[in-house]
């Protein structure tokens, strides 16, 4: 038998998604992966541990505005909706504030994410280990 885990970069997919104007059903990923996947290895069947998604929060300042607070909600909303689906992990980095551009603009950089996202494929590579 083979083990799958499915590694979801969320910042990524969505920045994709939005650019080609296409909804994501995560409720589906993990089976959309898995088929052709189990259709290339007949020889055994597949066992998906989980499905892994990566992301951060957005930037919320010490003072928040009522725009920041309401989009925190909704993402922190939809990351719990994620967690409640079945075989789904949801793991969170941060988002910190780097300054501003030449035109004024914010800078935000995500971080932690890679260093979360390495430490599970580490520890789903070692025998028996299955991190939640």
Not at 38 to 66: F, G, W
Request: hydrophobic content about 35%; cysteine-free; charged content about 25%.
């Amino acid at each position: 038998m083979f083990r799958l885990a499915i590694f979801v970069d969320g910042a990524y997919l969505e920045k994709v998604a939005k650019k080609n104007d296409v909804w994501v059903d995560y409720g589906k990923l993990s089976s959309r992966i898995l088929t052709p996947v189990t259709a290339r290895t007949p020889a055994a069947p597949i066992d998906l541990l989980r499905t892994y998604y990566y992301n951060s929060l957005p930037h919320k300042s010490n003072r928040p505005t009522d725009h920041e607070k309401e989009f925190f909600q909704k993402r922190r909303g939809f990351y719990d909706a994620l967690e409640r689906l079945s075989s789904f992990t949801v793991r969170l980095g941060v988002v910190k504030y780097r300054g501003r551009d030449n035109r004024g603009q914010p800078i935000y950089q995500q971080k932690q994410v890679d260093l979360l996202l390495g430490l599970d494929f580490a520890l789903l590579s070692a025998p028996s280990r299955t991190p939640r």
